[in-house]
């Protein structure tokens, strides 16, 4: 069964590094997601992308944070400048349409 | 803005028997998709029943079922037959079908359910 798959699944970096998390969607999925759950807290709306462009994004997603989908294959979110708040873990997702997501399994950040 | 409330943070069942997990919600869009997710300890979130809006037949999947109740705005999730591997984290979510939401699930808190043996 296809499914999302995310590298890495947990990266320790030091605060004000950069950091680029990668994700292959779903081959005939044409949209993609990143969320983010801190611990302990709820999944959170990151980004969406379509048509190579971001479709919508929420007010986490500020200028330190980009997405690319550089190679028609991987999507990735880079943080440009890490804080110790971007601690979280991070899902990937695609869908056919804009309902029924597919989660990847998260990528584990841990700021120091 | 959308709001989902899961307000049972821990629930527990014994094994073969029947729990339901409560999610309230708050829209004023008249068309939208309803959720469960699981998250077991592995990490990936996994759907486990979809429940459309316009539906008046509740959604049911072998031993997951929902009880969609729109006017309250209420869709709880019924586990019948429990097993040790529906241990995990469920999260409700809401999706609005405007065709505007390009994918912004709303989750609520989640709930950890237990099975024991």
């Known amino acids: 069964e296809p499914e999302v798959t995310q590298t890495p699944s947990h990266q320790v970096t030091q605060m004000g590094q950069e950091v680029i998390l990668r994700c292959v969607p779903i081959?005939?999925?044409?949209?993609f997601y990143w969320y983010r759950q801190i611990l302990g807290q709820k999944v959170e709306f990151l980004v969406s992308?379509?048509?190579?462009?971001?479709?919508?994004k929420s007010e986490i997603f500020d200028d330190q944070f980009s997405v690319e989908r550089p190679d028609g294959s991987n999507f990735t979110l880079k943080i440009r400048s890490t804080k110790l708040e971007d601690s979280a873990m991070y899902f990937c997702?695609?869908?056919?349409?804009?309902?029924?997501?597919?989660f990847g399994e998260g990528s584990r950040l841990t700021v120091l | 803005a959308q709001t989902v409330t899961q307000s049972q943070p821990e629930m527990s069942v014994q094994e073969a028997e029947t729990v339901t997990l409560s999610c309230t919600y708050d829209?004023?869009?008249?068309?939208?998709?309803l959720f469960w997710y699981k998250q077991p300890p592995s990490r990936q979130m996994i759907l486990v029943i979809r429940?459309?809006?316009?539906?008046?037949q509740n959604a049911t999947e072998n031993r997951f079922s929902v009880n969609f109740q729109k006017a309250a705005k209420s869709f709880s999730l019924k586990i019948s037959d429990s097993q040790l591997g529906d241990t995990a984290m469920y999260f409700c979510?809401?999706?609005?079908?405007?065709?505007?939401?390009?994918?912004?699930?709303?989750f609520g808190q989640g709930t950890i359910l237990t099975v024991h043996p």
């Open positions: 081959s005939n999925h044409l949209y």
């Open positions: 979510a809401f999706i609005g079908a405007g065709g505007t939401s390009y994918g912004k699930l709303t």
């Open positions: 429940q459309e809006a316009y539906k008046q």
């Open positions: 829209t004023s869009e008249s068309n939208y998709y």
């Open positions: 992308f379509y048509n190579n462009e971001i479709s919508e």
């Open positions: 997702a695609s869908s056919e349409w804009t309902g029924e997501l597919f």
